[in-house]
């Protein structure tokens, strides 16, 4: 013989939805009317929902880090401004798929201001993606030949925001140069790019490797863009740890 509360968790098994702590969810409201109990019930499912789905999208982004703008050090860094960085924040240029470029030399933080942009974006609802360059060529070579490949190049055709880091680090061969077109052609005026590059616009054939490719690439993306001229130090290099003092 089961009893109700075992028939019930097999239920909700049953009917894929999540397991439910009655005595908590109903602790002090003896009174309820039937519907009512539905409703708490009901409720407590969608926050389950939400939350499972909130944890999925966080999960799929691929954040290597979580960065925000309040443990960023305007003062070390002083070529882009809090303001500025507190104006983009509020992610409004996701909706016109304005793209964001961090330009400047190894360690000004330019990584950790495109995490910060792309972990408010999360926060607030959209859908994002974190790539390096390496990681979305390896994306765009196998989507033909990979299921993984396929499935991640759908994610970042539906996210809202794609975060495509060290751009510039390695110099791409012609085949590449032409997927990276593709890609940024596909993503133009529908999805928010934030790139980071060592390397500054003037220099992005050298690695591209093509004059005529890089002017079609850069074409599409500066043309609703916000670019960020990073310079200075390198906060790995001022800051750096050693084991011992
Ligand atoms: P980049 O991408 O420009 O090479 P990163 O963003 O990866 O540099 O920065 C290197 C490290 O230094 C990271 O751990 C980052 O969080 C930290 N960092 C860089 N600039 C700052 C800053 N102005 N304030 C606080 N941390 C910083
Ligand atoms: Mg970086």
Redesign the pocket.
């Known amino acids: 013989m089961m009893t109700p509360l075992e028939r019930v968790n097999r239920l909700l098994g049953d009917l894929r939805l999540a397991r439910v702590d009655f005595d908590t969810l109903f602790a002090g409201r003896n009174s309820l009317t039937p519907l009512e109990s539905v409703e708490l019930f009901l409720q407590d499912q969608q926050r389950q929902r939400t939350l499972k789905q909130d944890l999925l999208r966080r999960k799929r982004a691929g954040l290597p880090a979580e960065?925000t703008l309040d443990?960023?050090?305007f003062g070390?860094?002083r070529s882009v401004s809090k303001e500025q960085m507190l104006r983009l924040s509020d992610m409004t240029w996701v909706e016109q798929a304005f793209n964001v470029c961090f330009l400047?030399p190894?360690?000004?933080?330019?990584?950790?201001l495109a995490l910060s942009l792309a972990l408010r974006g999360l926060d607030l609802g959209y859908a994002v993606a974190f790539e390096t360059l390496e990681s979305l060529m390896t994306i765009l070579k196998t989507a033909e030949i990979s299921n993984a490949g396929k499935r991640r190049l759908q994610f970042l055709h539906k996210a809202a925001l794609v975060v495509v880091d060290e751009v510039g680090f390695m110099p791409l061969s012609p085949a590449e140069a032409n997927l990276f077109f593709g890609f940024i052609s596909a993503m133009s005026e529908k999805t928010s790019l934030i790139i980071?590059s060592n390397k500054g616009f003037d220099e992005w054939a050298d690695f591209l490797g093509d004059a005529t490719i890089t002017t079609a690439i850069l074409d599409r993306l500066i043309h609703r863009c916000e670019i960020i001229n990073m310079s200075g130090d390198s906060?790995?290099i001022v800051h750096h740890q050693s084991i011992i003092n």
């Open positions: 960065k443990s960023f050090d070390f860094q400047g190894p360690g000004v933080g330019k990584t950790h980071t906060y790995r």
